[in-house]
């Protein structure tokens, strides 16, 4: 744990084991693909996302969750057989926006991080929803039942291996 | 412990949020297989382009409108004088046109009657007495002019001299009512004296009414004056009435008086008519 100067006040920011945010985003990248092969609905549960969120929360540096969206959306975006950038783009801004906020709230709370999965869910929906929309001219629903309930069960999830990804902390 | 910079996360989140749009606009691709990327280009330079057009547009008018005619003024009125010159040289050219046409008549008369002595003279002016049918001529003594000789046009009849100067004549009209001229109808041969009347128009007295005058019948000189030889043409019959005891015969003359500017004066007759059988009435016709 270390202390970062940020305005007037001190903020804290956890520091993780080497590699573990690769590690952890490799994992996610192939359960990602390999699941919905026997579950096709798993892949609402946008794992990449969850890694993005958790590392972003946990490190609080923005410029670190950002580069860490970045890299996980584009190879998201490769094994996908997607154009370079379209979860490249949203991962990136999850990625920002998670260390943002972190920086604001207390995000260790079961409960805090539900709502913030949530939310950042759904403004992961919104980009992709957007990108698909006015770049690739894919018209379609910015958020459907069907993606509202892999919000929750995202969510869900993210509260249950959270406290799992938090074992990669260094003391 | 890390102090963090408050504007270089947002700068390098602004920097790698447009380089992943500007990645998948080069990889979409749209319409006729063209890449996202180029469409977006070809939106943002083409307002440049435009207003690049337009711009280049705007200099090139005020240029050709206003700079380059800063000389226009002088070159407009050194064109309009060359211009009112060119006009001047062309209303020469056409009066001289005019004159050589004229002149040209005047030697294929001269050269179609060669045992005629013929004086070429150019009307230099007109009496400006009220009513008097006078001209003046540039010959006179000193080029053998006399008085009472004839003076024709290859028209017809213009009148006799009148008066003599030395450099100078006085041409008096056969249109002018103290004039008169030996003359005969063409066709019937019928002979009488032409004169002048108070308008443009001639009479032609001493015609029986007996005789057959039709309108558009010509009327030549006699010869018989002793001033002007046989055969020149004097008028055209307009109408015909009948008189006590002669006819009223009114001509138009054959020569065009009123626009006469090159006059031919015959010298000297060539030839004595022959005698009438008959009674000559306008024998003594001319003054």
């Known amino acids: 744990m270390a202390l970062v100067v940020k305005g007037d006040s001190y903020i804290e920011v956890r520091k993780y084991y080497t ?54 959306g584009l190879v998201q975006d490769a094994v996908s057989h997607l154009p370079l950038g379209v979860y490249g783009i949203a991962l990136t801004v999850i990625g920002y926006v998670a260390a943002w906020i972190s ?9 805090s991080r539900f709502i913030l999965t949530l939310a950042l869910y759904g403004f992961e929906r919104v980009i992709l929803t957007a990108i698909e929309r006015y770049l690739l001219e894919q018209p379609g629903p910015i958020l459907s039942f069907y993606w509202l309930i892999g919000s929750v069960l995202a969510a869900t999830l993210a509260v249950l291996i959270f406290p799992q990804l938090d074992r990669l902390r260094k003391s | 412990m890390t102090v963090l910079s ?15 749009v500007l ?41 050709s409108n206003y700079i380059a005619l800063e000389h226009s003024r002088a070159d407009n009125q050194r064109l309009q004088s060359e211009v009112n010159q060119l006009r001047l040289q062309l209303d020469q050219l056409r009066g001289r046109a005019a004159e050589a046409g004229r002149l040209a008549t005047l030697l294929s008369f001269r050269q179609s009657n060669p045992a005629m002595p013929l004086l070429a003279a150019r009307v230099i002016g007109a009496s400006l007495a009220p009513g008097s049918k006078v001209i003046y001529i540039d010959r006179g003594a000193r080029d053998g002019v006399r008085q009472d000789m004839a003076v024709i046009t290859p028209n017809g009849v213009v009148g006799k001299v009148q008066e003599v ?107 004595p008519p022959q005698p009438s059988t008959t009674e000559d009435p306008a024998g003594g016709a001319g003054r």
Do not use: C
Request: glycine share 10%; proline share 7%; no cysteine.
């Open chain 2, 6 to 20: 408050p504007r270089r996360p947002l700068l390098l989140f602004a920097a790698a949020v447009a380089v992943q």
């Open chain 1, 19 to 72: 590699g573990s945010a690769i590690g952890a985003a490799l994992v996610a990248l192939f359960l990602q693909g390999f699941l919905p092969k026997y579950f096709p609905h798993a892949q609402v549960l946008q794992l990449p996302l969850l890694v993005t969120i958790y590392f972003s929360l946990g490190r609080r540096n923005a410029v670190s969750g950002m580069f860490l969206g970045t890299g996980i």
């Open chain 2, 165 to 271: 100067f030395p450099s100078s004549s006085e041409v008096l009209l056969v249109t002018d009512r103290e004039s008169g001229v030996g003359a005969l109808l063409a066709g019937s041969g019928a002979e009488g004296v032409v004169k002048g009347s108070d308008g443009s128009e001639l009479t032609m007295d001493y015609v029986e009414n007996g005789e057959k005058v039709q309108p558009g019948q010509a009327v030549l000189t006699s010869g018989l004056d002793q001033i002007f030889p046989k055969g020149v043409p004097v008028g055209t019959v307009l109408t015909v009435r009948p008189g006590s005891p002669f006819q009223k015969i009114e001509l138009r003359p054959a020569a065009k008086l009123d626009r006469l500017e090159d006059v031919l004066i015959i010298m000297q007759i060539p030839k």
């Open chain 1, 103 to 111: 920086s604001r709230i207390n995000v260790d709370l079961p409960l």
């Open chain 2, 23 to 63: 990645l998948l606009a080069f990889q979409i691709r749209r319409g006729r297989n063209i890449r996202l990327i180029q469409v977006w280009a070809a939106e943002v330079l083409t307002p440049f382009d435009r207003a690049g057009t337009t711009s280049a547009g705007w200099v090139e008018a005020v240029w």
